[in-house]
């Protein structure tokens, strides 16, 4: 027979459980257009950091067979606009709202259920059909 002590310190292991297996499922059915249109502008707001201390001048004069500092900003620069303008598109596409809480929280939620996978996978409730 456990003691209370004993318990207790299950019960906290159980939420532990239950709070880190809530986390994993949300993160199967969590949205991932949404999500991906936020790690979208992280990545892009980190081109424009990185561009906006480039120094062309200095760069433009350093040896390029050394230094590909300046091919690589010049990559950067050239995919900047075009990735802004699909990160844009999605954000029309999906009515971002720019409240990445609000809009991932009140986005259409995947479910996911061993039903669920085994409609993707072409079978009805588990069993194969033939």
Do not use: C, H, W
């Amino acid at each position: 027979m456990e003691t209370i002590e004993q318990l207790k310190a299950i019960i906290e292991d159980l939420k532990k459980s239950n709070s880190f297996l809530q986390k994993k499922n949300n993160y199967y059915e969590s949205p991932s257009p949404y999500r991906a249109y936020y790690v979208g502008q992280k990545v892009l707001n980190q081109y424009v950091d990185y561009l906006d201390k480039f120094n062309l001048e200095q760069e433009i004069t350093s040896n390029p067979k050394e230094d590909k500092v300046y091919d690589r900003a010049i990559d950067l620069f050239e995919k900047l606009t075009t990735n802004a303008s699909r990160l844009n598109s999605l954000r029309l596409e999906l009515s971002i709202s720019g409240d990445e809480k609000k809009d991932i929280f009140n986005a259409p939620k995947v479910p996911y259920s061993p039903e669920s996978v085994a409609d993707q996978v072409g079978e009805l409730a588990g069993r194969k059909n033939s």
